[in-house]
């Protein structure tokens, strides 16, 4: 029955919004700030980024590593023979002068890039360093007199393990011909550390062309020896673990004759490097576990407009 009166509208039940994943919004009205909904871990990944090593590519990598501690145990091995008088100042220089041709003749070889006055360059800049050695040997010469044998050798064998520590076995760094790059902190730690140990072995030599030649030798090795071993992997990567495998063979042998107990302590650290760590790799590869979903930071990007 019609009494004249209009009846008032039922009010309405406010609209509940859909719960959505807000990363810089503030919180959604109707929700809690810590709200999640069922569709939180559909886009959950697992393993997304882990890489997935093979034994055999890990080890050929891990030579690289086996090579360096080679070229370091030639060094200490000369180092040895020469403070043993094994080793006079002429036999030494022929061992420079013929690292010196080994090292221009494996740029000649495998680098693409070596140009006439790049080589020039080269040539003149080693002149120089020469020169310059020749005329500091005499300061080096008498530079840790007043210091004791036993302090001198415990800290180049300390300042050998930092180079080993912090040297660039990837080859990154190495400043290959005609390239522009900037070494690491790291690196130029472990090329100082060099240095400074073969400034320290050298002021233990009698005479003037001995601190010459072994100083001359020594940063060769140091300084150059990586940018050859990286000429020939980069050239082909059978050469360079055929030339890898004869050094370590050569390594051995040589300290072979020094010391036995020497030789076993280098081929299990060889070892080491080149099988069990490469080893314990792939072991520890199945224990990684990585979860990325929309719990993750947001990444910003930003678009560069002209």
Request: charged letters at 15%.
């Amino acid at each position: 029955m019609d009494n004249g009166v209009a009846e008032s509208p039922s009010p309405t039940r406010p609209t509940r919004h859909k719960w959505r994943k807000v990363a810089y919004g503030g919180m959604q009205p109707g929700f809690d700030d810590n709200h999640t909904d069922e569709s939180f871990l559909e886009d959950m990944v697992m393993n997304a980024n882990v890489v997935k090593r093979d034994m055999l590519k890990v080890m050929q990598d891990a030579v690289s590593i086996s090579e360096y501690l080679c070229i370091v145990a030639l060094v200490g091995l000369v180092w040895t023979y020469t403070l043993r008088s094994s080793l006079n100042e002429t036999n030494l220089l022929y061992l420079d002068v013929g690292l010196l041709g080994s090292g221009f003749l494996v740029l000649l070889l495998t680098e693409e890039m070596l140009s006439l006055n790049l080589l020039l360059h080269y040539l003149l800049n080693i002149s120089f360093f020469t020169s310059g050695l020749y005329v500091l040997a005499p300061i080096y010469q008498t530079l840790t007199r007043s210091i004791s044998s036993d302090s001198i050798w415990a800290v180049t064998f300390s300042l050998l393990i930092l180079h080993l520590f912090f040297h660039d076995y990837s080859g990154s760094t190495v400043r290959a011909p005609g390239a522009l790059k900037n070494p690491t902190m790291t690196s130029c730690i472990s090329l100082n550390a060099s240095i400074v140990a073969s400034v320290f072995i050298a002021s233990r030599l009698p005479s003037r062309l001995h601190v010459f030649a072994i100083l001359l030798f020594s940063l060769q090795v140091f300084l150059f020896a990586p940018l050859a071993t990286y000429c020939i992997k980069k050239y082909s990567f059978r050469l360079h673990l055929c030339f890898s495998f004869s050094l370590m063979a050569m390594t051995l042998a040589f300290v072979y004759s020094l010391h036995h107990f020497l030789f076993f302590l280098l081929l299990g650290l060889l070892v080491f490097v080149t099988v069990v760590c490469p080893y314990w790799l792939i072991r520890l590869q199945e224990y990684k576990f990585e979860i990325n979903g929309p719990w993750d930071e947001a990444k910003l990007c930003f678009a560069v407009t002209d």
